[in-house]
């Protein structure tokens, strides 16, 4: 970074705990991935291979080990894992991560009707070898999960064995924790975090006013995921109030009440000129 300013919030660093950016990867070159990591790479916490497309990537494990050699953990969609399940291959799936040398799994069950016991079951397994993600929230639009459900399901997880629950939003933001229109379902994002903490949760905010909508509730250590290769260093000055969204969340109110007018900044500029 440049020169510092007053009233930007602190960052973590990684390994971070929270604050974290979890990136969608739906098929990225190697020289994608390069200039990616190059770019951001500081401020990428975890990468996720998208849905199934780790199957089809040419050189998926070359870019895996680059993802890997850059510090962040990577996984295979939650999709992905279904597609397994579905047809009772779950040692197959265990086998293809161990080949990949991921050291992370996502387990889901947005596509398909997975009892919650038995994905926990999933969860356990997997955590004994694995860092595991798992996902809460239905991929399908119209499918509404009670708040009490969501909390429920959370905390199970997590005590089942995953190190974070993603809240489902898909790459096109507007299912899970969205209404159709994009917007948050607030009341139950609200009911959310009174029960669970935030920090346990990565919410996935692929659409820029979801990200800002986040930030602004929950401040810029707010764990975001679903955020696409280009908008990395985008989301990170929402996070530090440098983008219009959120301008004034760590402005002091005498500075947001300031008017800045071209008098104030010529007397400003001539008494720097004077001391220099």
């Keep these: 970074m440049l020169e510092k300013l007053d009233f930007i919030p602190e960052r973590s660093l990684r390994p971070r705990k929270q604050g974290l950016t979890m990136v969608m990867d739906k098929g990225l070159s190697l020289r994608q991935t390069e200039d990616m ?12 291979l998208g849905f199934g497309t780790s199957m089809v990537t040419p050189r998926v494990k070359d870019k895996i080990a680059l993802y890997k050699d850059a510090g962040f953990k990577v996984y295979l969609g939650g999709t992905l894992f279904e597609a397994f399940i579905v047809r009772k291959k779950f040692d197959a799936y265990r086998k293809l991560i161990t080949d990949l040398k991921l050291d992370a799994a996502e387990v889901s069950d947005g596509s ?21 993600l798992s996902e809460v929230g239905s991929k399908e639009a119209g499918i509404l999960i009670a708040p009490k459900m969501w909390i429920s399901m959370m905390q199970t997880e997590l005590q089942a064995g995953s190190w974070k629950v993603i809240a489902e939003a898909r790459e096109s933001g507007n299912v899970g924790i969205y209404r159709p229109n994009g917007n948050a379902h607030v009341q139950l994002v609200n009911k959310i975090i009174d029960k669970v903490k935030s920090e346990n949760i990565i919410w ?12 602004k509730l929950l401040g810029a250590e707010v764990n975001l995921g679903n955020i696409a290769p280009e908008e990395v260093i985008p989301l990170e000055t929402l996070r530090l109030g440098l983008r219009g969204d959120t301008f004034f969340s ?5 500075l947001k009440k300031l008017k800045i007018t071209a008098e104030s900044t010529d007397a400003a500029a001539k008494k720097t000129k004077e001391k220099v």
């Design 37 to 48: 990591i190059s770019v951001s790479g500081e401020l990428i916490d975890i990468v996720k």
């Design 112 to 132: 398909i009707i997975l009892p919650h016991d038995v994905k926990c079951d999933y969860i356990n397994r997997l955590a004994k070898d694995f860092t595991v």
């Design 204 to 215: 996935e905010a692929p659409i820029k006013a979801q990200q800002a909508w986040f930030i």
């Design 250 to 254: 760590y402005l002091p109110d005498n």
